[in-house]
């Protein structure tokens, strides 16, 4: 069975790189050497592994990934720390400006 895994790292300009992987040690070797010079990471090392989660189904990780890629930064430090409630939040409210928080 093969597994993939989705990660974000954390760049050294505080930014968020997700990815997807087979092989998440060998991915994240190639991201700290500068494998690729052409890629998001390689002028923001190093790059610290804040998250991964494994999938046995390669179809769920790409949803996942990509879905992950879309969110704000705040969305990903709410998942990075396990803060589901902040998560739930911040997936309902795209601004301060929402109705929920009218009146407060």
């Known amino acids: 069975m093969h ?6 790292l954390k760049c050294s300009d505080n930014s ?3 990815g997807i992987t087979n092989n ?4 994240l070797n190639e991201h700290q050497s500068g494998k690729n010079r052409n890629s ?3 002028k923001r090392r190093p790059v610290i592994c804040q ?3 494994e999938f046995n189904d390669v ?3 790409i949803y ?4 992950i890629k879309g969110w704000t930064k705040s969305k ?4 990075i720390n396990k803060d589901f409630d902040l998560l739930k939040i911040l997936s309902e409210c795209r601004n301060a400006t929402h109705y929920k928080y009218n009146g407060i």
Do not use: G
């Not at 998440?24 to 991915?27: T, V, Y």
């Not at 996942?64 to 879905?67: A, G, N, R, S, T």
């Open 16 to 18: 968020f790189y997700t």
């Open 64 to 67: 996942f990934e990509k879905k």
């Open 24 to 27: 998440l040690e060998k991915r």
């Open 3 to 8: 597994f993939y895994f989705v990660y974000i």
């Open 40 to 42: 998001y990471t390689f």
């Open 59 to 61: 179809i769920q990780a």
């Open 51 to 53: 998250f991964h989660q």
């Open 76 to 79: 990903k430090e709410a998942l």
